[in-house]
Structures are given as C-alpha cells and as structure tokens.
C-alpha cells in the first residue's frame, strides 16, 4: 500500500466515526413526528408477535410477556405497547398497502424516555425494520449505529439519537421514527409501491458475545443490555402510515373488513383449527395461508362458509401465522400448537 492510500484512509474513518445523524425530538434539525400529526393517514390494523427470550444469555429466566399484540394496532398513545424480548419480532399489516411517496412512508413509536440522570441522554431500546410486499420476501432499511462499542451500554444505560440511523426506537415516546420507501426502490424482490407488511426486529444490544446485533456497515450495535425484565426488549407502540398506495389514505372503510375469528387457541396436536368468518358481502371469499415459525408457508386454501374446520393432521407444537385476504385487506392471526 502506497503512502498517499494510507492517508486517505487516515482522513476518511474519523469523518465515518463522527458523522451525525438527525438529533432528538424537539430538538432543531430532528426528523421525529409527533404522533398526534396531521401527516398520518392510517395505523396498522393487524400484529403478530413472537416474543424473545428477557435475556438472550439465560433463557432458563423465561421470554418478555408485557403486553398482548392487539396493543400494537391503532393510533400511538392510546393502546399501551407489546415488549418484544430479545431477538423478539412482530409483523404488521395495514388496512391498505403502504405506497412510496414522497418523503417518508411510516413511522414506528416506541416508548423511549430522556434520563433524569447524567449525561441527561436517552433511554433507548432499538429495532431492524423490514419491508415485505408478499409477507415472504423482506428487505431491511439501512441503518447505522455511531455508538461507542468499547463498553456495554447497561440495563438503564444511555443513548444519543445523533448516532443512531433508521432503527426504530431512536425518539422518546409519542415520536415516530419515520422510513423512507425510496431508500429501497431499487430492492428486489419488493414493490416499494405496494408493501403489505412491515417486520420488526429486537436489536439485542450486547457487543461482547455470541448475540452481537451489527448495522448495516459492520458496526456492532450497543444499546441497554441485559433487560432482564417481562418489558425487556424493544416495546412496539404503533405503526402510523404517511402515504397509503395511491395516497388514498384510509380507503377501505372499517364496516367493509370481515369479522374473522380463530379457535381454540392453543390448539391440541392433531385437532381441527375453527374459522368463524363474517363479512358484509359475503361474495368475496376470503383466502388463507399458514406459515409455521421460521416463514415457510405450510398450507393454503379459501374459505366460503361462515365456519371451517382445518384438519392440522401432523402439524407439530409451536407457532403458526395465518394470514387472512379479503379483497384488498390483509388479517394476520397468530395460534399455538401443543
């Protein structure tokens, strides 16, 4: 290697390691909405969670349990939060597919908070977001983390929002962090114009051992750890959506959406699981997936009686989604199998 590379390369990684990102809410220049903001036209309808374990490193200690999934639809503010775990994730869904207009798409709330202790920075707990179009092919935004990785950020440790690029969670409670759909228009595998679901993933934030989290550049990711707690993990709030496809905003009217209702749940191996389904017209039939816990979609069919039995002969215990579509809204339940 010549001299004159060694000194670019000199000159380059302070300005990586320096950079800084859109800072705290309320403060000038940050990007943070507000939930109560005029720009949503919409929230997620639909979330399904799989808990993580309170600490990744003991899983003996048991998974988060704060809060039902239910609490992740609607508006921020006003249906509390499910704590995901480490690791932990939920998939949500909209009542019209999210479309890339222009500026940004969504945003996710979290329940962060300002410490009252010094350095007087921020409470934080992270997450990966994920954009799909067909609830099986995902692309993950960009992100970045600035955060020193010479130390372990502990349980009540503290955060800049400045260093912290596209993770869900970097603004404080009642603050969206929004996404950009033109970020990924070139992604394949995705219709930036029409994404159905949008995942989240519980960045875990331990830098020292076999459970590392990395940004999209490399850099591990150092956020509070352990949070060996039942809200451990990363809290989802609510999804709010800017610009439905087509900008039509909340095109599908509430009294259009079919009643569909799962049972029993859990489910005895190898017993029927019941679909009680109602909808105000009752010529679209609604159609069914099933995907077991690693994605795979397992099983398919329509449904045209207002209750169906499905034979789940050999199916094994765990966790199963089943996605519901009725013209063009998505429904995503979850049920256990033991």
């Known amino acids: 290697m010549s001299y004159r590379n060694c000194l670019i390369i000199i000159f380059i990684y302070p300005l990586l390691a320096f950079a800084q990102y859109p800072p705290a809410a309320g403060e000038p220049g940050s990007t943070a909405i507000h939930k109560d903001s005029s720009v949503f036209k919409g929230w997620a309808s639909q979330c399904t969670v799989v808990r993580g374990p309170m600490d990744i490193s003991h899983i003996e200690n048991g998974y988060a349990s704060y809060g039902q999934q239910e609490n992740a639809i609607g508006k921020a503010g006003e249906n509390g939060y499910v704590s995901f775990g480490d690791g932990g994730t939920a998939i949500v869904s909209f009542l019209a597919p999210v479309g890339n207009g222009p500026g940004p798409d969504f945003a996710i709330f979290e329940n962060g908070f300002k410490a009252i202790e010094y350095p007087f920075d921020y409470f934080l707990e992270l997450a990966f977001v994920e954009v799909s179009t067909d609830g099986q092919k995902y692309v993950r935004f960009p992100s970045a983390s600035l955060t020193q990785t010479d130390s372990q950020l ?116 190898d017993y029927p699981l019941n679909i009680a389904y109602k909808a105000q017209n009752f010529i679209y039939s609604a159609s069914y997936e099933i995907f077991d816990f690693a994605g795979q979609k397992i099983i398919f069919g329509k449904i045209d009686n207002h209750l169906t039995k499905l034979e789940l002969t050999g199916f094994k215990k765990g966790l199963y989604v089943i996605r519901f579509l009725y013209e063009n809204t998505v429904i995503l339940k979850s049920f256990v199998i033991e």
């Open 154 to 269: 502990t349980t009540f440790g503290q955060l800049k929002p400045e260093q912290i690029h596209n993770l869900a969670g970097k603004y404080i409670i009642n603050y969206g962090v929004p996404f950009d759909l033109e970020e990924l228009k070139d992604s394949s595998g995705i219709n930036p114009d029409s994404i159905n679901y949008i995942r989240i993933k519980d960045v875990i934030g331990n830098i020292s051992g076999d459970y590392t989290s990395y940004d999209s550049y490399g850099h591990k990711i150092n956020d509070p750890w352990p949070t060996p707690f039942n809200t451990g993990g990363f809290d989802l709030e609510a999804v709010g959506v800017i610009y439905f496809n087509g900008n039509t905003g909340y095109n599908l009217s509430q009294n259009n959406k079919p009643e569909i209702y799962i049972y029993p749940n859990p489910l005895p191996v």
